[in-house]
């Protein structure tokens, strides 16, 4: 009898609980794509500087590094949800290759950007341009890695 009684519990709350939620809308057909994240893959000069700037001056954090006989060719650098994948150059298309140019990273936050941009310039970084407010309302400051990759870092506003 106990158990008819868990049962029937069980239904009442799933029925509460389907009636809380709110109903998908159908979508357009065709479905579109649907991307819930992104994460740039930037081939660079020296990995090991690279990494350092990323952690050191601009403040994420090294989830994961890819070696080969000792060497690092790899890292997936996080800073919140967000990663940056960074690739050591083999150097196969040569070494005079421009990195970085026509390419911008824009990132947004919670955070307050002139608190950031004080501490990457505090940590040794360069600003591109200080913190300031655009006219569509976001106040954003930009920065260029060792590679000459441009980022954007906005308030989320």
Known sequence: MAAKKKKAVKKVAKKAAAKKR?????????????IRSVAP????????????????VVGFV???????????????????NVAIWLGQDDWKKGRD???????????????DVDMLAK???????????EPKTQSWGTRDFGIT????YKISISSAG
């Open 22 to 34: 709110p109903a998908h809308k159908k979508r357009k057909q065709p479905e579109t794509l649907r």
């Open 41 to 56: 893959g930037l081939t660079v000069n020296d990995i090991n500087r690279s990494v350092a700037w990323y952690r050191d």
């Open 62 to 80: 090294l989830k994961q590094k890819w070696e080969e006989n000792g060497a690092l060719l790899g890292a997936e650098m996080r800073a919140g």
């Open 97 to 111: 290759r421009k990195k970085g140019e026509g390419f911008r990273i824009f990132c947004t936050t919670a955070q």
């Open 119 to 129: 501490g990457i310039k505090a940590r040794g970084g360069a600003l591109d341009h």
């Open 145 to 148: 890695d060792p590679d000459g």
